[in-house]
């Protein structure tokens, strides 16, 4: 029932979000995001790196609502604040990072395992900066960009997204900007950043290139539900529409895997949770 009521959601979002109109509404490709990871066919690659993270709080610059999610904007002109390893043969340079969320606790994550929804997802976007000399050139190539995936589940106050959660009112409305700085994007990562699946795919908003190496975290972060409430004050319209639209359901549906696989770079078998059934190890 929620997931009929999800999908729905999603799908009404893309047909009467503004973001969703256009000549590029349409993909074609075979490489698109978010997926379902069906954990027992992900493939175990001990090449798998941990990842190298290596945020400089300074280059954060300002928040902005861009009408379908808040984005945290960093100063990519130099390589200060980059990501490199796991998957990744290049250094990649941060340059946003927002979220997607539900209307409810029930869904909002782009991504799911094994089906499951979570309440919201954290994207850190960085881009090749080894390879190509700016975001724009980035997107449209191959192994242009990377981006960190991070599952949020309702639980425990999030110290370090609250500064986030308080600037929030400012940028209420679709279009509003404000300055936010020193903000060390590292501390919405989980504890663990070893362990995590990765996959070749899409932005999941227009212009959905396939362009993206994907690396979504095993582990969740936890945040309040307060917290969330806060997201979902925001507003997917400008101070001058008549009619006020919540910001909530901002997250594409999900695309078919067509033959890509998804590679971990934990051994399944040593999950903290065992396989339910039909394992027989
Ligand atoms: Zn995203």
């Known amino acids: 029932m929620d997931c009929v009521k999800m999908q729905e959601a999603a799908e009404y979002n893309m047909k009467m979000h503004p973001m969703w109109q256009g000549p590029l509404a349409v993909p074609g490709g075979d490489r698109q995001s978010p997926i379902d990871i069906v954990v027992r066919k992900s493939v175990f690659d001990s090449k798998l790196k941990p990842l190298e993270t290596e945020y400089d709080p300074q280059t954060c610059q300002q928040i902005w609502n861009n009408g379908y999610s808040f984005l945290v904007e960093y100063d990519d002109t130099t390589d200060k604040s980059t990501l ?6 290049d250094k990649f340079r941060l340059c946003q990072f927002h979220f997607h969320w539900g209307e409810s606790n029930a869904w909002g994550s782009e991504h799911t395992v094994d089906r499951r929804l979570f309440p919201a ?25 990377a981006v960190i995936g991070v599952f949020l589940k309702v639980g425990k106050r999030h110290e370090g997204l609250q ?15 404000v300055e936010f700085t020193r903000f060390d994007p590292g501390c919405l990562l989980p504890a ?18 396939e362009s993206v190496t994907w690396i979504v975290m095993k582990q969740h972060i936890e945040v309040s539900h307060d917290q969330l409430a806060v997201f979902r004050s925001l507003l ?12 909530v359901n901002n997250f594409r549906v999900q695309q078919p895997l067509r033959g890509r696989t998804v590679r971990s770079s934990f051994t399944p078998f040593l999950q903290e949770a065992p396989p339910a059934e039909g394992h027989q190890h």
Do not use: C
């Open 236 to 247: 997917f319209t400008s101070a001058e529409e008549e009619v006020q639209k919540s910001m």
């Open 192 to 209: 663990n950043t070893d362990d995590y699946w990765t996959y070749h795919g899409s932005l999941t908003t227009p212009p959905l290139t």
């Open 84 to 89: 490199k390893g796991g998957p990744l043969q």
């Open 121 to 145: 997802e954290l994207h850190l976007v960085h881009w090749n900066s080894d390879k190509y000399s700016l975001f724009e050139e980035a997107v449209m190539e191959d192994n242009g960009l």
């Open 163 to 177: 500064k986030l959660v308080d600037a929030l009112p400012a940028i209420r409305h679709k279009d509003s900007i």
